[in-house]
């Protein structure tokens, strides 16, 4: 059989799909555990280690699985309070030596290097998603600044892996998405829906929360808000970031009354401004001498931020200042939180699912083989159909690893729909190959016809759910969950005209010749 | 050639039997929703409500009798494996009763519900609302914005190809934007005068396009009858599988079509051509899909549905195209 260009370009994106998937060297025989999160701040973290790297040793101990990492870990749970032990970890990039108090345990967390690049959505790997209504409509900024606050609080409950979206109905209400993968707290719902409340404390005397009442102003620009200066520190990088509030003056006579009770030390007071956000301590500012006892209404708020380059660590100092600023400017939110829809769906079902879809994919294929084979009594013709097919199955898998597409049920859906009509056209090229009225030319010709005609029409019944006809106000929510059904099929549907339909138009002719 | 020559004779009478069936599907459907109030029966994905999914041994007749004591209107579903062992119970309620039954479940159980042991799924009736009102604009779009793409190609003329792209998109700016947001009747007034509109336009241009959509809209007509009749309750999931399904409808009747209207050969050996190769799309179908659910039916998820309506959907498929849009392209064919 001759090779074509056509079957070659096929060749070619199965084999780009499979690097996309697999990733080189395989994912499969890398050794080690994956950091999911480190916490910031913590002594780990300025040492350089950061999500995504993979241990390989600590302490001389290879870790190759979950078990062999908590096994290595078992002995700092001995230590005491303020005891130190010396660690050595390998990641495949740093080394890192230190000494670590027993919070490393809980600064990091690891998971097993996943085989693929190919990511599940939440409906088959477990987690939570939920979608939070305002009790008033929401602008835009409104919105973002509801997004802003939430991250940081989920955060300070040590909730990292959270994604956020705007979901708006078709009222035009908008609403905060939530998801949260893996394993979900339990008390998740109070979480989203519980009042954010953000206060300003120096010892145990408050002196300001947030929200306009106290805050008249945050600065956001210009000189008002800038990166003032970076330098070095152990194991990278950090910055601090400075901007100026206004505040009542209420909070101002607060504030000067209280500071008029501390002593001076150094080139600070001796008590320090501490921020709370939900009776959590987030960080605290040291308090320049110059405003003891000042009533002042314009004080300047400073924090850091650090990294293992300059660029992180700017980036992260722009974070936390942002952060900051919202938190302030918004305090505990001015309207009701309501939840409208929340999934918590257990990791162990998820499991038994895609076990169950991956059965009824190889069963459907082997139906399909054995139809074909019944009809056209060629085993030839029968096998170069099922390689197509599948073949489509990896690049559809290949596209969907390589833009970080979350592979749903719905996903799935979609790529059965995509292979079902990959097949039907698959079967009229087949039959025009054998039909003997025309030249082999014009026969070919019309299966495509055919072919790109039916493309289309698919093409065009799946825009209304991807979401990009938002314009016209069509599927903004449903397209939420729905988005993956169209994305896979359009995936799919596309491939197939450009590639894999020419490749076996290519191998009907030489089987029919 | 005994079958040719009946068939000949026949054909056009042959489609009072898909007319009468359309008829009776819609004058189903009809009646159903005079009696329920809508055009399907809703589960909790599009009412709105809440369901638990816990793995556990204990039967579903001893999780009923436990929450009965406190709730009386709620469902149970037993999951199981493909051995026909039971690996999950799924436990649905209204919205307003979700706390009460998670509670009633743990003190019966014994143990607190957490997300290693199970899964908890709320949804308010309000949004419920909202996304089944965009996925009935995502079908109807879906339906008008094909049959538009088989119209332009299969009609002639400039002139009414560019009309076709015109009225859509307004449609889409309308559904998108005012369809059953503003005043039902007026919005369904509106609708009804844009279909009547396209449908007018399309059979005076191009009667092949015209016998797509017909072929294409029965499809979803005596499916939906039939889903309604067998009680099945439609989830999100079961709303993709009718968008599937126009989809896999179209692929025979374009594949038809094209065969009779660039034929080389008689009508009859064109269409009984397109026929062989069309039954063979929609029976390796049919076969993959009943495959694939006997291996998922036990496990009882989204899925059953998809493939239980795709299994009716093109069942009827092979009878749409094959009397319908055969009949009627055959009759176009002849007479031109």
Redesign the interface.
Known sequence: MKITFRIWLLIACVMLSLVAIFSIPPMIFEKGVIVSSVEQNSTIFESGLRTGMIITEINGQTITSIDDYSLAFAPLQNLGENETQKLTIKTETIEIINLFTKDVINDISVEKIPSSKIKTGLDLQ?G?RA?VKADVPLSDTQLADLISVSEQRLNVYGLSDVKFFKVV???QEK?MGIEIAG??P?DLEELIAKQGHFEAKIGNETVFVGGNEDVTHVGRTGQDAFISECFEVEGGEACNFKFVIFLSEDAAQRHADITDELSINGSYLSKKLDFFIDEQLTSSLNIGASLKGNIATQIQISGSGSGATRQEAIEQAKIEMKTLQTILITGSLPYQL????????????GE??TK??L???I??????SI??FV?YRKIKISFALVTVSLSEVLIILGVAASIGWNLD??SI?GI??AI??G???Q??IL?EAR?K??SMVQRIK?AL??IV??F???F??????TGF?GF????????G??KG?AVT?LIGITTGVLISRPAFADIAKQLEN | MKFESWYDKNYKKLLIIPAILLALSLIYITAFYVQTGDIINKDVSLTGGTTI?I?TDVSAQEIENAVSQTLTDFEVKTIS?NAGNQ??LMITVGEQHSEALETALEEFLGY?L???????????A??SA??Y???I??IL???F??A???FI?FSKGKKAKTWAIIINILL??F???FFL?INPVVSAIIFLAFATFLIRMYIKNSVPAFAVMLSAFSDIVMTLAIVNFLGIKLS??GI??F??L???S???D??LT??LL?K??SVNSALF?AF??GT??T???I??????L???FS?A???NQ?FTILLIGLSLDLFNTWVTNASIIKWYVETK
Do not use: C
């Not at chain 2, 997300?115 to 308010?124: A, D, H, L």
């Not at chain 2, 076969?287 to 694939?292: D, N, S, V, Y």
């Open positions: 477990g939570a979608f109905t078709s009222n609403l394993s979900s339990d309501e939840i409208v829809k929340i999934d918590k769906i257990s990791p162990n079902l038994q699912f169950q879809i059965l009824a994919g069963f459907a294929i082997l139906a399909v139809v074909v009809r049920l719905p859906a059965i729909a079902g009509t097949i039907d056209s079967l009229i039959d039909d009225h025309e019309k016809f055919i005609t039916a289309t029409t698919t065009v019944a799946m825009i209304p759910l006809l016209m106000g069509i599927g903004a929510a449903s397209a969950l729905l059904f099929t | 999914t793995q494996d690996i999950q607190e957490a997300s290693e042991n199970s899964s908890k799924e709320t949804t308010s309000s949004l909202d996304f009102k965009q996925l604009v995502a779009l879906a339906f914005w094909m538009a793409v088989v190609i889409g700016f559904m998108g934007n947001t999100t999931a993709v599988a968008l599937m126009i989809g896999y179209v692929d025979t374009i594949l094209t065969r660039k080389k050969e051509g062989k190769t063979t799309m029976i390796t179908s076969i993959a899909i009943i495959t694939a006997i291996v998922v496990f998820s989204v899925l998809i």
